[in-house]
């Protein structure tokens, strides 16, 4: 369909699909899901916050073309990314009699990409997916990928499934009730890509920092759609994790997955802790020679132009972090898989990082 909107064409064994991003596309999303909805019923399930300025121009749209939707608009932040709601929706789902041959759209942020993913993965053993990601986090980073997930008590994203959607529409308009706080906690996952594949992005989150704070269109719009493109380019190679390419998505994720959980999930945002992990694993980059400290003061210069934050909070002790680190999913026989940069654009895989060399990373960014 419309070539300019095209951010992407994943490969998956599931099937492959596209990504479209643009500005108030979502006025058009008839015309980029109809040969996906064939003679499929509709079920849009919807994060609450998002339902009534975007869930309703979407049935809407969909009505005008004399097709009907059924709808579900339910509270979806982090605190309810579990079974009790999976079980919910299920419930709803039976009731309204969805089949296997019908589609769920899903429109919210990652919780909601996250856990209606995983519904569209085990209601009737997989029914079709589209995805609407709402958030700047679920633009350039949740909803694509096809990894589905909800919460344990015992841990995040213990539950999932790959369930890849057949399609992804991104309306960057929708981005502009979201507050800045998780804009800026979106940015740092885009600035990621940009440190790990591609200098040339990098170089223009770097000078033109005031227009996409600002939401400077068409630039705003091109910068996601590039950051998009990076993920869907990582997740067509590695499709489940299993090569060299996709890991390295996990960048600052070590440090930030544990500095989420020291802070119990409740002072930082996702990315806000990545931001600070990037730092921490710029500074074990250049303690083991692979960088130097003119590439941890570029990350650094970086982050704070985005209002991120790149220091450990003083109350957190650093022994505990690093045992935390140590416990993360992604440890492999006791060895912590660390993503270093060696400069802007080239990253490497560790896992040999002597544990005084993470512990004095840390006490330098505390
Ligand atoms: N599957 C993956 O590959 C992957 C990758 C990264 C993150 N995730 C998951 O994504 C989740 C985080 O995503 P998130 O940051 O989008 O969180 P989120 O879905 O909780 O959204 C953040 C907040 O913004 C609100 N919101 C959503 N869209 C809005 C809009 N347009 N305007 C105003 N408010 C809006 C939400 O209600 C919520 O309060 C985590 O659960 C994480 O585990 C998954
Ligand atoms: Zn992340």
């Known amino acids: 369909m419309n070539k300019s909107t095209l951010a992407g064409q994943i490969k998956s064994q599931q099937g492959d699909y596209s990504i479209h991003v ?13 040969n996906e909805i064939n003679n499929s019923r509709i079920f849009l399930i919807s994060d609450i916050k998002v339902f009534s300025g975007l869930g309703t121009n ?101 539950i999932g499934a790959f369930h890849q959607p057949n399609l992804i529409v991104m309306d960057t308009k929708s981005l502009s009730t979201l ?20 200098n040339n992005l990098f170089e223009k989150f770097k000078n033109h920092s005031s227009e996409l704070l600002n939401k400077g269109e068409p630039f705003f719009t091109d910068i996601i759609k590039r950051s998009v493109e990076i993920k869907a380019d990582i997740v067509s190679k590695d499709e489940f994790e299993t090569g060299t390419d996709r890991i390295k998505l996990n960048f600052g994720h070590t440090i930030g997955h544990a500095l989420e959980t ?40 970086i982050l704070d132009e985005y209002n991120l934050p790149t220091r450990i909070p003083k109350n957190i002790d650093l022994d505990d972090l690093y045992t935390i680190a140590k416990s993360d999913k992604k440890v492999r026989a006791g060895k912590i898989n660390w993503v270093l940069l060696k400069k802007i654009g080239e990253s490497v895989i560790v896992n040999d990082v002597p544990k005084e060399i993470v512990i004095d990373s840390l006490r330098s960014s505390q």
Do not use: C
């Open 22 to 34: 643009g500005e108030g596309i979502l006025d058009k999303i008839y015309n980029f899901s109809k």
């Open 58 to 158: 979407i049935i809407k749209a969909f009505e005008s073309n004399s097709i009907k939707v059924e709808s579900l608009s339910i509270e979806l932040d982090e605190s309810k990314k579990n079974l009790s709601t999976v079980d919910k929706i299920y419930g709803w789902l039976h009731e309204k009699g969805a089949e296997r041959s019908d589609i769920i759209f899903s429109l919210g942020g990652g919780v909601t990409t996250d856990l209606i993913g995983y519904v569209a993965a085990t209601w009737l053993r997989g029914i079709k997916l589209i995805h609407i990601p709402t958030t700047l986090a679920s633009m350039v980073d949740a909803s694509i990928g096809g990894k589905t997930a909800v919460n344990l008590t015992q841990g995040k994203n213990l």
């Open 179 to 198: 507050n800045q706080k998780e804009m800026n906690s979106g940015w740092a996952e885009a600035i990621k890509h940009s440190l790990l594949f591609d």
């Open 262 to 301: 020291a802070t119990s999930y409740n002072s930082l945002l996702h990315g806000e802790a990545v931001s600070i992990g990037m730092v921490v694993a710029s500074k074990i980059s250049s303690a083991l020679s692979y960088s130097d400290d003119n590439l941890t003061n570029e990350i650094q210069n």
